[in-house]
């Protein structure tokens, strides 16, 4: 396709110094379908340094004639358009954007795929001719880049303890730590300057510090009455426990249940129960004597203080998840064996080499212990299923204690405030709408239209600012994923 039989777009920012003779920098792109010109200063120079154009007052259509390589010529009189190769005198489409906006816009460079190709060439452009040069900061460059480096060493050294660091949700939130002041240097790096997500981990971190150093203060004046109610707490929850299961082991709400086999798995679950007390009798004096030092996390942010809830809800709740575990593992294997056993007194059998089910022919003994162990289990199933719901929905309760820590602390890693305050005050940082606005057409064609960025809605601003270190936190396991667990058994 020919040159002039392409549509011409010129891009001009809306604050050009039209007063002012000189040379104009900006880009040059071909499309299959289109030539576009981006002019990218506003304020013209007299150097024909990576130039796209020329305005004056004597510009016309004879510039076309002139040997140069400027392909574009503004008439600063009339705010014409004159561009070299279109000799045809095709239409020329101006497009007049603001340039402040689309310059600092972090939106249209976060996600330019969204504004279009001659948005995000524009975007680029305004970008790359505003970077700032390294040249004198050598020294702080080199030093976040070792930084960096040894950021990363210690990032794959816990990868390689992630089977003990995702036992403790302090270990856990201080691994999130390191990848956060990881990327949080990266992004320093690239943007060289603070962005609304960059501002918003600052203003994050430093609320977090300043309620961690708040609550520190309040622990220890309040330390003996914490002591008491953590010890009342745990108290209270085995002693629940306790007479929850010598009430199971009775005839609860009137069911009949196996005497013998319910009256063994409570007082196994009994005998859990005493250890822990013991143990944690036992932990009591030392964590009395040694609080400062749990307390001391908090110099970096309550969010620590948090997570080292989450674990102390872990031991406190122990002995209750490992009664869970052995209900849920008798359970599992119940239902295992009594749909293998149902296969067999119907006279089938599980093709591992097929994946299917197939008949087969068993023998009289083989029926007789199918069918007699089928009924024994059948018959010792609601024992199981009643402890297994019970301490299932324990093991939900606690599920939920967590979640909602967790949610705290990733909310307190991330509040919005700086972005909040951009798009307070109509920041071009937090601008991302497009609002395209048909301005004139002339009598050979030329169409002139304005293209402004307008602040996103609220939400949409606060969802865009969240940092890449904490975007990607998800669940592990949905609420699908948890009823079918607790519906097989599986170990939630």
Same mark, same amino acid.
Not at 83 to 90: I, Q, S, T, Y
Not at 187 to 211: F, Q, R
Not at 389 to 403: A, D, E, N
């Given at each position: 396709?020919?040159?002039?039989?392409?549509?011409?777009?010129?891009?001009?920012?809306?604050?050009?110094?039209?007063?002012?003779?000189?040379?104009?920098?900006?880009?040059?792109?071909?499309?299959?379908?289109?030539?576009?010109?981006?002019?990218?200063?506003?304020?013209?120079?007299?150097?024909?340094?990576?130039?796209?154009?020329?305005?004056?007052?004597?510009?016309?259509?004879?510039?076309?004639?002139?040997?140069?390589?400027?392909?574009?010529?503004?008439?600063?009189?009339?705010?014409?358009?004159v561009?070299?190769?279109?000799?045809?005198?095709?239409p020329?489409?101006?497009?007049?954007?603001?340039?402040?906006?689309?310059?600092?816009?972090?939106?249209?460079?976060?996600?330019?795929?969204?504004?279009?190709?001659?948005?995000?060439?524009?975007?680029?452009?305004?970008?790359?001719?505003?970077?700032?040069?390294?040249?004198?900061?050598?020294?702080?460059?080199?030093?976040?880049?070792?930084?960096?480096?040894?950021l990363?060493?210690?990032?794959?050294?816990?990868?390689?303890?992630?089977?003990?660091?995702?036992?403790?949700?302090?270990?856990?939130?201080?691994? =999130? &730590? #390191?990848?956060?002041l990881?990327?949080? +240097?990266?992004?320093? *790096?690239?943007?060289?300057? $603070?962005?609304? /997500? !960059?501002?918003?981990?600052?203003?994050?971190?430093?609320?977090?510090?300043?309620?961690?150093?708040?609550l520190?203060?309040?622990?220890?004046d309040?330390?003996?009455?914490?002591?008491?109610?953590?010890?009342?707490?745990? =108290? &209270? #929850?085995?002693?629940?426990?306790?007479? +929850?299961?010598?009430? *199971?082991?009775?005839?609860? $709400?009137?069911? /009949? !249940?196996?005497?013998?086999?319910?009256?063994?798995?409570?007082?196994?679950?009994?005998?859990?129960?005493s250890?822990?007390?013991?143990?944690?009798?036992?932990?009591?004096?030392?964590?009395?004597?040694?609080?400062?030092?749990?307390?001391?996390?908090?110099?970096?942010?309550?969010?620590?203080?948090?997570?080292?809830?989450?674990? $102390?809800?872990?031991?406190?709740?122990?002995?209750?998840?490992?009664?869970?575990?052995?209900?849920?593992?008798?359970?599992?294997?119940?239902?295992?064996?009594?749909?293998?056993?149902?296969?067999?007194?119907?006279?089938?059998?599980?093709?591992?080499?097929?994946?299917?089910?197939?008949?087969?022919?068993?023998?009289?003994?083989?029926?007789?212990?199918?069918?007699?162990?089928?009924?024994?289990?059948?018959?010792?199933?609601?024992?199981?299923?009643?402890?297994y719901?019970?301490?299932?929905?324990?093991?939900?309760?606690?599920?939920?204690?967590?979640?909602c820590?967790?949610?705290?602390?990733?909310?307190?890693?991330?509040?919005?405030?700086?972005?909040?305050?951009?798009w307070?005050?109509?920041?071009?940082?937090?601008?991302?709408?497009?609002?395209?606005?048909?301005?004139?057409?002339?009598?050979?064609?030329?169409?002139?239209?304005?293209?402004?960025?307008?602040?996103?809605?609220?939400v949409t601003?606060?969802?865009?600012?969240?940092?890449?270190?904490?975007?990607?936190?998800?669940?592990?396991?949905?609420?699908?994923?948890?009823?079918?667990?607790?519906?097989?058994?599986?170990?939630?």
């Open positions: 396709m020919k040159v002039s039989e392409k549509t011409i777009l010129v891009f001009i920012p809306d604050n050009l110094n039209y007063k002012r003779l000189g040379y104009l920098s900006g880009q040059k792109k071909v499309f299959p379908n289109s030539e576009v010109y981006y002019i990218t200063s506003v304020i013209p120079t007299k150097t024909n340094y990576q130039s796209i154009g020329f305005i004056g007052e004597k510009v016309d259509f004879d510039c076309r004639k002139v040997n140069t390589d400027i392909p574009i010529y503004i008439n600063s009189l009339h705010e014409q358009i561009v070299r190769n279109n000799l045809e005198n095709k020329i489409t101006q497009i007049i954007y603001d340039y402040e906006r689309f310059k600092h816009s972090d939106l249209v460079n976060y996600e330019p795929e969204k504004y279009g190709k001659h948005l995000k060439y524009l975007s680029s452009d305004l970008r790359s001719s505003t970077q700032i040069s390294t040249n004198g900061r050598n020294i702080i460059v080199k030093y976040l880049l070792s930084v960096i480096y040894l990363n060493c210690f990032i794959n050294l816990l990868f390689k303890l992630s089977q003990v660091v995702q036992i403790s949700s302090t270990f856990v939130h201080f691994e =999130e &730590s #390191i990848k956060t990881r990327w949080f +240097l990266n992004t320093v *790096l690239e943007e060289k300057k $603070i962005t609304p /997500k !960059l501002g918003n981990t600052i203003l994050a971190k430093i609320i977090d510090l300043a309620l961690g150093l708040f520190i203060s309040y622990v220890l309040y330390e003996e009455q914490i002591f008491d109610f953590m010890n009342f707490i745990i =108290e &209270s #929850i085995i002693s629940n426990l306790r007479g +929850l299961l010598l009430y *199971l082991m009775g005839q609860p $709400i009137g069911l /009949k !249940l196996n005497y013998g086999f319910n009256n063994f798995l409570g007082r196994f679950f009994l005998y859990h129960i250890l822990w007390r013991i143990f944690l009798h036992g932990l009591y004096p030392l964590f009395t004597s040694h609080f400062k030092w749990f307390v001391l996390p908090g110099i970096f942010g309550v969010s620590y203080q948090i997570a080292m809830i989450s674990d $102390i809800v872990s031991i406190a709740t122990f002995h209750s998840y490992c009664i869970y575990i052995y209900a849920a593992r008798l359970f599992n294997l119940q239902l295992k064996c009594l749909k293998s056993l149902w296969r067999v007194s119907i006279g089938r059998k599980f093709n591992p080499l097929r994946s299917r089910v197939d008949s087969c022919q068993y023998s009289q003994n083989q029926l007789f212990i199918g069918t007699l162990s089928f009924t024994i289990l059948l018959f010792l199933l609601p024992t199981t299923t009643m402890y719901v019970v301490f299932t929905v324990f093991r939900l309760i606690t599920l939920f204690i967590y979640g820590l967790q949610s705290l602390r990733n909310l307190i890693n991330i509040i919005p405030v700086y972005s909040v305050l951009l307070t005050i109509n920041a071009s940082s937090v601008a991302g709408t497009v609002h395209i606005i048909w301005k004139s057409i002339d009598d050979r064609g030329n169409v002139k239209i304005e293209a402004k960025l307008e602040k996103p809605p609220f601003s606060i969802k865009k600012f969240i940092p890449n270190s904490m975007s990607n936190v998800k669940n592990e396991k949905t609420f699908g994923d948890i009823f079918h667990s607790s519906i097989t058994g599986t170990i939630l």
